[in-house]
């Protein structure tokens, strides 16, 4: 079945840390490749942009918010195709832990297979996300 959009799934995750600790990991474009599989083993900064070149998609800029206190971690992928994907991220203060929600979105055109699959990947890069922000070497 294929869709023309608007569709969203909230992806989240508990971590026992505290969100400061997961937000200064998280919105670090160098930790990408340590636990977002889906850009790729390696990023670098290009002219001022991150750039993942061996992404499953090919090579992708991303673009992060600027760093801010409320835990947004807003980024915007652009495919080689030249369409930017928006990925709502929000680091949210739990206690002393934390919860990371990330809002997939469906695009033009994707298949629920396809939604399936992106939506199994982020919560496989969130469960990497929580093994390195609440490992011992971390605290």
């Given at each position: 079945m294929q869709s023309t959009g608007n569709e969203s799934r909230h992806i989240s995750i508990r971590i026992a840390s505290p969100?400061?600790?997961?937000?200064a990991f998280a919105s670090d474009p160098a930790n990408l490749?340590?636990?977002a599989q889906g850009l790729g083993g390696s990023i670098e900064k290009?002219?001022?942009r991150w750039?993942?070149?061996s992404?499953?998609?090919?090579?992708?800029?991303?673009?992060f918010t600027p760093p801010n206190e409320l835990g947004v971690l807003d980024h915007d992928v652009?495919?080689?195709s030249g369409d930017t994907v928006h990925n709502p991220v929000r680091?949210?203060?739990?206690?002393?832990?934390?919860?990371?929600?990330?809002?997939?979105?469906?695009?033009?055109?994707?298949?629920d297979d396809d939604l399936r699959r992106d939506a199994d990947v982020v919560a496989a890069d969130l469960v990497r996300?929580?093994?390195?922000?609440?490992s011992p070497e971390r605290s």
């Open positions: 969100a400061e600790t997961v937000y490749p340590a636990w290009i002219d001022g750039v993942a070149e992404s499953p998609m090919g090579r992708v800029v991303v673009a652009t495919l080689p680091v949210i203060a739990d206690g002393t832990g934390s919860e990371v929600v990330f809002t997939l979105r469906r695009r033009p055109g994707m298949s996300l929580k093994e390195l922000t609440e």
